[in-house]
Protein backbone atom coordinates (compact mmCIF):
# COMPACT_ATOMS: atom_id res chain seq x y z
CA UNK A 1 0.00 0.00 0.00
CA UNK A 2 2.37 2.95 1.16
CA UNK A 3 5.95 2.56 -0.23
CA UNK A 4 8.89 4.45 1.51
CA UNK A 5 12.43 5.67 0.10
CA UNK A 6 15.15 6.86 1.96
CA UNK A 7 17.70 9.70 0.96
CA UNK A 8 20.59 11.79 1.65
CA UNK A 9 24.73 11.71 1.75
CA UNK A 10 26.43 8.53 1.56
CA UNK A 11 29.61 9.45 3.09
CA UNK A 12 29.66 11.55 6.49
CA UNK A 13 32.97 12.79 8.30
CA UNK A 14 33.17 11.98 12.36
CA UNK A 15 31.81 14.65 14.07
CA UNK A 16 29.45 16.01 11.91
CA UNK A 17 25.61 15.87 11.59
CA UNK A 18 24.16 12.40 9.33
CA UNK A 19 20.98 14.31 7.82
CA UNK A 20 18.23 11.51 5.92
CA UNK A 21 14.82 11.87 4.57
CA UNK A 22 12.05 9.33 4.27
CA UNK A 23 9.49 10.08 1.20
CA UNK A 24 6.17 8.07 1.50
CA UNK A 25 4.02 7.43 -1.72
CA UNK A 26 0.69 5.67 -1.21
CA UNK A 27 -0.34 6.89 2.05
CA UNK A 28 -0.35 10.31 3.94
CA UNK A 29 2.04 10.63 6.97
CA UNK A 30 -0.71 12.49 9.40
CA UNK A 31 -3.50 10.09 9.06
CA UNK A 32 -3.24 7.73 11.60
CA UNK A 33 -2.71 4.90 10.07
CA UNK A 34 0.45 4.04 10.72
CA UNK A 35 3.72 5.37 12.83
CA UNK A 36 7.18 6.36 10.78
CA UNK A 37 10.45 4.67 12.44
CA UNK A 38 14.39 4.56 11.23
CA UNK A 39 16.04 1.60 12.23
CA UNK A 40 19.51 1.05 11.30
CA UNK A 41 22.02 -2.19 10.63
CA UNK A 42 25.68 -1.79 11.20
CA UNK A 43 28.05 -4.43 9.26
CA UNK A 44 27.93 -7.66 10.63
CA UNK A 45 25.28 -6.77 13.34
CA UNK A 46 21.53 -7.14 13.63
CA UNK A 47 18.77 -3.96 13.29
CA UNK A 48 18.60 -1.15 15.88
CA UNK A 49 15.63 0.68 16.25
CA UNK A 50 16.43 4.55 16.55
CA UNK A 51 12.97 6.48 16.84
CA UNK A 52 9.78 6.70 15.56
CA UNK A 53 7.37 10.20 15.25
CA UNK A 54 3.50 9.37 15.04
CA UNK A 55 0.64 10.70 12.74
CA UNK A 56 0.55 13.51 15.26
CA UNK A 57 4.12 14.64 15.67
CA UNK A 58 5.13 13.06 18.91
CA UNK A 59 8.78 11.34 18.23
CA UNK A 60 10.35 7.93 20.91
CA UNK A 61 14.45 7.49 21.00
CA UNK A 62 16.17 4.77 21.81
CA UNK A 63 17.60 5.72 25.34
CA UNK A 64 21.24 5.28 24.43
CA UNK A 65 20.88 7.58 21.29
CA UNK A 66 18.50 10.14 22.29
CA UNK A 67 20.73 12.93 23.10
CA UNK A 68 21.76 13.33 19.70
CA UNK A 69 18.68 11.96 17.70
CA UNK A 70 15.81 14.34 16.48
CA UNK A 71 13.03 13.33 13.94
CA UNK A 72 10.72 15.39 12.67
CA UNK A 73 8.50 15.36 9.69
CA UNK A 74 7.33 17.52 6.46
CA UNK A 75 3.60 17.47 6.32
CA UNK A 76 3.34 19.55 2.87
CA UNK A 77 6.05 16.65 1.47
CA UNK A 78 4.79 13.80 3.20
CA UNK A 79 8.40 13.07 4.32
CA UNK A 80 9.99 12.73 7.88
CA UNK A 81 13.49 13.10 8.41
CA UNK A 82 16.31 11.90 11.01
CA UNK A 83 19.07 13.78 12.44
CA UNK A 84 22.06 11.80 14.04
CA UNK A 85 24.66 14.41 15.55
CA UNK A 86 28.03 13.98 16.26
CA UNK A 87 28.98 11.05 14.28
CA UNK A 88 31.48 8.25 14.68
CA UNK A 89 32.45 5.62 12.59
CA UNK A 90 30.55 3.11 15.08
CA UNK A 91 27.74 4.47 12.95
CA UNK A 92 28.20 3.45 9.95
CA UNK A 93 25.45 1.22 8.75
CA UNK A 94 22.84 0.72 6.21
CA UNK A 95 19.74 3.02 7.61
CA UNK A 96 15.85 2.12 7.00
CA UNK A 97 12.75 4.37 7.43
CA UNK A 98 9.71 1.50 8.09
CA UNK A 99 5.94 1.66 8.81
CA UNK A 100 4.84 -0.01 11.91
CA UNK A 101 0.71 -0.50 12.76
CA UNK A 102 1.39 -0.47 16.34
CA UNK A 103 3.88 1.83 18.38
CA UNK A 104 5.93 -0.60 19.93
CA UNK A 105 9.60 1.09 21.12
CA UNK A 106 12.62 -0.68 20.63
CA UNK A 107 11.14 -2.59 18.16
CA UNK A 108 13.62 -5.46 15.48
CA UNK A 109 11.43 -7.87 14.83
CA UNK A 110 10.38 -7.44 10.81
CA UNK A 111 7.18 -8.99 11.82
CA UNK A 112 5.79 -5.74 13.28
CA UNK A 113 6.59 -3.16 10.13
CA UNK A 114 4.28 -3.62 7.28
CA UNK A 115 6.87 -1.82 4.91
CA UNK A 116 10.55 -0.77 4.18
CA UNK A 117 12.39 0.91 2.30
CA UNK A 118 15.20 -0.48 0.80
CA UNK A 119 18.03 1.26 2.71
CA UNK A 120 21.02 3.44 2.11
CA UNK A 121 24.56 3.02 2.84
CA UNK A 122 25.81 5.84 5.30
CA UNK A 123 29.39 5.29 5.80
CA UNK A 124 31.44 7.80 8.71
CA UNK A 125 34.84 7.96 7.67
CA UNK A 126 37.55 10.87 7.82
Known amino acids: QVQLQESGPGLVKPSQTLSLTCTVS??????????WNWIRQPPGKGLEWMGV???????YYTPHLKSRTYIARDTSKNQFTLQLLSVTPEDTAVYYC??????????????????WGQGTQVTVSS
Open 26 to 35: GGSITTGDYY
Open 53 to 59: ISYSGST
Open 98 to 115: GASKRLILGATDENLYDC
